[in-house]
């Protein structure tokens, strides 16, 4: 690999990436309770949702959980990621989101098998209703 491919906030932000996939805490951002959310321990109500019940994810902290910040930047999140597009200049609709989430797209990974239907809907109306998208 050439030396010094990725440098800089790039490099931390590809990192980031990968420990997101990983399922390992994100630098600069708050650990993820992805792991203790909705287990039979407890019926936390903060976090992404348990898919269980009436509960509604929240939008929020399914973008967090899922380290999409370490891609995307987002005012409404306080992410600064680079790798992929700014959220809030390209404004993207509610159906876009979905769509990308689910399916991936060049370097975005599809989210269908981590996140259930519920959380990609919440994450989508976050996006689009904080962008105005």
């Known amino acids: 690999m050439p030396k010094d491919l990725v440098t800089g906030e790039d490099a931390e932000s590809v990192a980031a990436y990968v420990a ?3 399922g390992l805490p994100v630098q600069g951002q708050p650990a993820s309770s992805a792991d203790d959310a909705g287990t039979e321990t407890g019926p936390e109500t903060g976090a992404a949702g348990s898919g269980k019940g009436d509960e ?8 967090a959980d899922a380290g999409c910040g370490s891609c995307h930047t987002f005012e409404a999140a ?8 700014n959220l809030d200049a390209s404004k993207p609709p509610r159906d876009l989101v979905v769509e990308r ?5 060049g370097a975005m990974p599809s989210f269908a098998d981590s996140l259930s239907e519920q959380e990609i809907g919440a994450v ?3 996006v689009a209703k904080s962008t105005g998208g």
């Open 20 to 22: 997101s996939v990983a």
């Open 56 to 63: 509604q994810p929240d939008g929020a902290a399914v973008f």
């Open 78 to 85: 306080g992410s600064t990621g680079s790798i992929g597009p």
């Open 101 to 105: 989430v689910t399916e991936g797209l």
């Open 124 to 126: 989508a109306d976050y």
